[in-house]
């Protein structure tokens, strides 16, 4: 089921109202679920060239490379994208914490039920 | 960091423009990535208190309980949003396949890198 970057280019994602999707970047070895952030077409184009997560930044309405002020760079191992292929999952190295509070995962609060 | 439902109806959770906010769902044994759908207020409210996972249907403009009509519930773990409080993560324990294709995940396409 791999494709080529030509086949990506083909693959009709469907992209949200702003143009994005959700990526859901997961420690490759730990299954530990890190972040969740948004890419448009061309953040995930760059992904798969560079082999390193690139996002948009719907704050600051840029792209941006995990890590790339922080150093806390994701290496992307693996990319796959949903039944629906309106989100993508991305299986990485993470470089240091995931989160901007320094904890490693975005996720760290918790929801008693 | 744990909070009651009460707290719940208080934490001041980031829903889009049309008052959703992503949620993962993750095995909770085997940390695998199972599928992403979205939630409103209610749909956590209702998963929070059930123990079940219930989502908003972007496509039919209804909620539904994970696996109402084809069984294949989510039985909730445990509960976590983000630093950024605009994404949930839940563990749980999936019956059957995740996703309508009968794949156990949603995300079983992967893109070459």
Redesign the interface.
């Known amino acids: 089921?791999?494709?080529?970057q030509d086949e990506?280019k083909g693959?009709k994602i469907k992209f949200n109202n702003e143009g994005l999707v959700?990526a859901?970047a997961?420690d490759h070895k730990?299954?530990?679920?890190l972040?969740?952030a948004y890419m448009n077409r061309e953040a995930l184009e760059r992904t798969?060239k560079e082999?390193k997560a690139w996002y948009w930044s719907r704050s600051r309405n840029k792209f941006w490379m995990k890590g790339e002020q922080s150093g806390h760079i994701q290496d992307?191992k693996?990319?796959?994208?949903?039944?629906?292929i309106d989100?993508i999952?991305l299986k990485v190295d993470q470089t240091g914490p995931a989160?901007?509070?320094g904890?490693r995962s975005?996720?760290?609060?918790?929801?008693?039920?």
């Open positions: 089921m791999d494709m080529t990506l693959l959700p859901i997961q730990t299954g530990e679920v972040m969740l798969v082999k992307v693996e990319v796959y994208y949903d039944c629906d989100a999952l989160c901007h509070t904890n975005c996720f760290y609060r918790k929801i008693k039920i």
